[in-house]
């Protein structure tokens, strides 16, 4: 069994959000599958199991726990796949249903973009929004009077939060444990996507991830397919449109995350991944 390490949503080793990739699971317990994931200290590792020339079983561990989707770590898995074995297309089934994954040649990359599950989006109670704010440090002066703050799901829930400009993004200094509290007694085993709009499609986003055992992620294609599904909901893109987000600047792993927003359906994430040496 070899792991593998990729970085997602860039072009560069030392960018992007590094994951671990097992392509031959079938031997690992979740215990293993766990360990490794720790060992790794990666937001998130990728592990396959049952594969077919058509698909596979797809799991994903943080460093503390099992998340049902992750879209760094499918993208890794697309080009690790797609290096040994050529481009095409595979359904993957996840935790929260099958996804497609395809695989393409773009400039001498590879490129691999994924389908989510059908994605929905929702409001979120007085109380517990105040109670998000407070442990993200963020007054309500801070936060944008345009975008609410709402719930959006395309494989994970996101609370997304919309801050009035860069220099409160740049700030961001956030209460960990008090947010792991917060986001376990909710069920939200992912990320919060706070994310500041550059232009009617370009927005930046940082991460946190408590649930995960990891202060921030670098680059959250599931956030990133939330926050496509945010902005289709609420009538702020015209579909087909296509989004860009900029993410993990912040912590020193600049990467850009491309979410295709149809009219309906699961939003199509885009990216490449290059391989980590060692």
Sequence with gaps: METLRYAAFTDRADGGNPAGVVLDADGLTPQEMQAIAARLGYAESAFLSRRS?????????APEAEIPFCGHATIATGVALAERGGVGTLVLSTPVGP????????????????????PWVDGIDDDVRAELLQHLRLGEEEVSADLPVMLSFAGNIHPIVPVRDAAVLRSLDYDYEGLKRLMSARGWGATIAVVHRLGPDVFEARNPFPPGGVREDPATGSAAASLGAYLRARGEVQPPATLTVHQGADVGRPSVITVLIPESGGMTVSGGAVRIPG
Excluded: N
């Design 53 to 61: 020339p058509g698909g596979a079983t797809i799991r994903y561990f």
């Design 99 to 118: 996804l497609e994954l395809r695989t393409e040649r773009v400039g001498g990359r590879v490129v691999a973009s994924l389908v989510t599950v059908e």
